[in-house]
């Protein structure tokens, strides 16, 4: 089958991202889509600019239309931000019947409206899942996983800028002030952080999650906006006396039968999941009246995070225009002709850290033999405790903590253990998994 | 539009909460599906046991076939576990022409493969968002929301006996044999409970997700499989002096071209996310090359979390059935005709409590003033601090939480607190939001 042709208006962070993991993961990405994906052509500004992707393989221009107007192209990926040059473009890009993926929260907020009812009348499908918070899937996670319930409440920490700043005041004690130049200088801070820091950014968010969430349409107008300009390391350290965090919050909540949307400062108990969400990251909490509370915790910005989600959005498109609609997304995510045969080996080649319990007569020299057991197998020592002390001739617990090393060598060095005469009985041995949950 | 008909094959937990769910929130689903959803009959077992839903509207019998062979019928929900039966059902169902919903894992897990290339043949769904993690939707996310990603790693929290009782074991020290007692007594652990705490169910769990994550066949023979009777107190107590808990995972991992797949109790370090999901959560930890870690985590059992999921794959289903395949899912979530017009109210009206730091002069009187000052707005005060001791002349912070209160009571209060002559400078004002991040 024919590759798909998108054109790609802006090469910026997102955009170079974007080109970068089309190319990285093109084996993977045709195997779900089931049709290749190529950058035909993109605009940029300023042609003579370097840029964070290859540009060898596609056309590179400074005009827009040309690619809108491209019968060849058939998605138009706008990643160039704003809401006026943006907003004609999309609007050109849907005349000319093509599919738009975008990753503009303000395009979204305030013109989705206009340009969703001009989808529409086409059959064409404007996708903006990298508008909100970066690589999690809440868009949706919203729209299609959650769609039995009558949604409660979505509480979200959706700006990466105004989360690394207060994180920072909170960890480090540092002022505002100082935390806004370090965020400046690590490029998580615009150079006019106001769209940041004044909560115009989580506003545009919260708009579009609580029209999704509730059955509203898109007001931006309608939500209350307090930044966090406000905020001191003294009122930080104050809330974390009484047991509080304090987070910049986008808040949407169903009360009887309004619904409220406010984006500010908020005290968060310490104990909540949201209070101990970090940095750049983002995580958005839903409650719906069916699953209870559910929270989508990821990056929520940077190059990568966000491409992904915009990648996703061409993979729903390509799928829908490829495939008949209810096979439009693979059973088992992937194309059925192109299942892999990859398999996991035998558990003994498995490498993990491992815990051990051994139970030994406190004699000498138990700890050298166990040592040397473990040492020929090569199998290094991370931590190692005994615990109690034996009282005349009862064994006592001694627990280690290995570095990383395969299940054969482990299973290996068992049996030789428990055949030392000080060990007492059999060795407990439980895997220890040293997975990360955030980015290094 | 005519309503779409549904047969339902179980009224236990989860068929039960799946009519619940669709009578009380028949509006807001059909203002996402675009037509109403109808359960027109169900099948089960003994038809003279009491069930926890209203069946007065729905043909009720003892025989599935009945639904699979009703012209009428259009989606079969197969709701009643195992894999021999269930197969058969949905095999019947498929060839009637019926698209299937399933929160049945050990069916897709050992079935899958051939169940999902019969309903691929005839242009047919089989969706099965309910088998993993309950109302987390993990499915969807792995399947479209990540499709961008080179899959790395996939780890999961999917079984909540387990989880339920490792993490009793933990907190309150207790054995692995009371906290089965106690799981039982509550309803989390079957009277056999062998097909949980053995670690099948995780296994068919992980089955799945990696199948979806990796793009491999359903393979459940190839999964490493370990339960959990074998940890004791004694080894979570001297894991977690090494700065480690113990918790029953699913793993998939790609390591090389291979994918391991394996389900264990493993130690995890205590500061993880993953290390702090307790009692009868699930959470999934999925890491792209392009996202990083994402983390997914909700309610993973129990009648309406795993009925959320079962009717959002219905909607799915809907969706696909009614509307043209680029709009199959409304841009805004809700069908553009069906959008409400609930607005929120004025920011005065909003109740949250409040965190206040004054500046006061240290005389007499001066709490007395403010404690009814705020009196005679209705706030009542939660926990009050004053900050050091004044030295001299100089004035002294006053730090205080209020209990839930209008906003609109605190504007009115604090003009005349900060009018109080002991009253240093202007008060200092963040809410403080107290939203719920696990079920009650």
Redesign the interface.
């Known amino acids: 089958m024919e590759p798909v042709n998108i054109g790609i208006i802006g090469l910026g962070t997102v955009g170079a991202?974007t080109v970068n993991?089309?190319e990285?993961?093109s084996h993977?990405?045709t195997?779900?889509?089931g049709r290749e994906i190529k950058v035909k052509g993109a605009a940029v500004r300023d042609s003579t600019r370097p840029r964070a992707c290859e540009t060898g393989g596609l056309e590179l221009g400074t005009d827009p239309f040309v690619l809108t107007d491209d019968p060849e192209i058939e998605v138009i990926v706008e990643l160039m931000g704003g809401d006026t040059l943006a907003r004609d473009i999309v609007i050109r890009a849907l005349k000319n019947g093509k599919?738009v993926v975008t990753a503009n929260k303000a395009l979204v907020a305030l013109h989705?409206n206009e340009l969703?009812?001009m989808?529409?009348e086409k059959?064409?499908?404007?996708a903006f899942?990298a508008a909100v918070a970066?690589?999690?899937?809440i868009i949706?996670?919203?729209?299609?996983?959650?769609?039995?319930?009558?949604i409660e409440?979505v509480?979200g920490i959706v700006n990466g800028t105004t989360n690394f700043i207060l994180s920072g005041m909170s960890r480090n004690g540092l002022s505002f002030d100082s935390m806004l130049e370090e965020a400046k200088r690590l490029g998580y801070a615009e150079a006019d952080p106001s769209f940041d820091i004044d909560g115009v950014d989580a506003a545009h968010k919260l708009t579009i999650l609580s029209?999704?969430?509730?059955?509203?349409?898109?007001?931006y107008k309608?939500v209350?906006v307090e930044g966090i300009r406000?905020?001191?390391s003294?009122?930080i350290g104050?809330?974390e006396?009484?047991g509080?965090r304090?987070k910049h919050?986008g808040?949407a909540k169903r009360?009887d039968?309004?619904?409220?949307?406010?984006v500010?400062?908020?005290?968060?108990?310490a104990e909540?999941?949201?209070a101990n969400v970090d940095g750049v990251m983002n995580a958005v909490?839903v409650?719906?009246?069916?699953?209870?509370?559910?929270?989508?915790?990821?990056?929520g910005a940077g190059a990568?995070?966000t491409?992904?989600?915009?990648?996703?959005d061409?993979?729903?498109?390509v799928r829908?225009l490829t495939t008949?609609?209810?096979?439009?997304?693979?059973?088992?995510?992937?194309q059925?002709q192109?299942?892999?045969?990859?398999?996991?080996?035998p558990?003994e080649e498995?490498?993990?850290?491992y815990?051990l319990?051994l139970l030994a007569f406190d004699q000498p020299g138990v700890l050298a033999d166990v040592a040397r057991i473990l040492g020929q197998q090569g199998i290094s020592i991370e931590?190692i405790?005994q615990?109690g002390t034996s009282t005349g001739d009862a064994p006592v617990?001694i627990?280690m903590?290995t570095h990383n090393t395969q299940e054969s060598r482990i299973e290996n060095s068992i049996p030789e253990i428990e055949a030392l005469p000080s060990i007492a009985q059999k060795v407990?041995k439980?895997?220890?998994?040293?997975?990360?949950?955030?980015?290094e």
């Open positions: 991202g993991l089309l990285r993961n993977e990405i195997r779900r889509a599919h989705g969703f009812e989808a529409r059959g064409l499908v404007v899942e970066g690589g999690v899937s949706k996670v919203l729209r299609e996983g959650l769609a039995g319930n009558c409440q509480v029209s999704i969430a509730f059955g509203i349409p898109l007001d309608n209350y406000s905020i001191t003294e009122d104050y809330a006396d009484f509080f304090i919050l808040i009360v039968s309004r619904i409220e949307l406010r500010h400062p908020c005290l968060l108990p909540n999941v949201l909490l409650v719906g009246d069916a699953t209870g509370p559910t929270i989508h915790y990821g990056a990568e995070p491409a992904s989600s915009v990648v996703a061409i993979v729903d498109v829908a008949d609609p209810e096979n439009r997304v693979p059973h088992l995510a992937f059925p192109s299942l892999s045969s990859m398999r996991g080996g558990m498995v490498e993990t850290a815990y319990r931590s405790r615990r617990p627990v903590i407990v439980i895997r220890l998994e040293n997975m990360k949950d955030h980015p």
